[in-house]
């Protein structure tokens, strides 16, 4: 059978690794649960920083994606309010954190270039996957075709009921009505797709489909506990050669 993930000890925590990427040789994780605790969010961006410089973002649901370039160090250790991070730099750790949201990872196949995107149904609504490939592909003089992304665990379409408000902001490929007069958003299909749009290759997108709401042992799910439990927290960072 193949193996999709596994899961890796890291500075003391249990941190997920997609197979996908890791056949790429890029180096990322999403941390999660150890033994169903919850996770203690400054103790993993301390462990982090004691290898690099990590960045770590206040995120507003928008559409913004930093570049973390050599104008970083001077406000480094701020938090950047951004919804996506990207650079090539081999000396930073980018972070996002979600739970329910989707973390996306992008790269470029010769792992020179990294961002990662979080995509909440807002940042879904507004294109933002689409919109983060553009930039990162014009930025770093980058072909979409040799982008490899991965969209991470998040929450399924059948766990992800929404009002009508948010129905309305998706394309109706993307949403379903349930049996309770409201509605289902599938958030993977919605932000694989816009991926597609901007110019990936089907072979190069791997979706995750793990339920960050029905594996209560693994992940925070916002839907499931609320907002103050914590968050799982995404990372991506340079190769070691
Ligand atoms: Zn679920």
Known sequence: MVKYWQVVQRFGCQVLEL??????????GLVIKTQGRDIDEAGVYRSLSGRHKTVVTS???????L?????FDKFY???????????DRSDVVLTIHTADCLPVYLASSDRRCRALVHAGWKGTAD?????????????????PRELVAAIG????????????????????EYIRPDANG??????????????????????????????????????????????LKGKMIAFMEAPDD
């Not at 995120?59 to 994606?65: A, L, M, N, P, R």
Request: glycine share 6%; aromatic share 10%.
């Open 19 to 28: 197979n996908f990427l890791n056949e790429f040789g890029i180096k990322h």
């Open 59 to 65: 995120q507003v649901h928008g559409c913004d994606i």
């Open 67 to 71: 570049r973390v370039d050599t104008m």
């Open 77 to 87: 250790p701020e938090r950047v309010e951004a919804d996506g991070l990207m650079t």
């Open 127 to 143: 294109k933002f996957a689409a919109k983060a490939v553009d930039v990162f592909c014009s930025e770093y003089d980058l072909n």
């Open 153 to 172: 665990p998040g929450i399924e379409a059948d766990c992800y009921q929404v009002g009508s408000e948010v129905a309305e902001r998706l394309q109706p």
């Open 182 to 227: 409201r509605w289902l958003l599938d958030l993977r299909s919605a932000n694989r797709d816009q991926l597609l749009a901007a110019g990936m290759k089907p072979c190069n997108i791997y979706v995750s489909d793990f339920c960050t709401k029905c594996h209560p042992g693994m992940f925070h799910s916002y839907r499931r506990e609320g907002k």
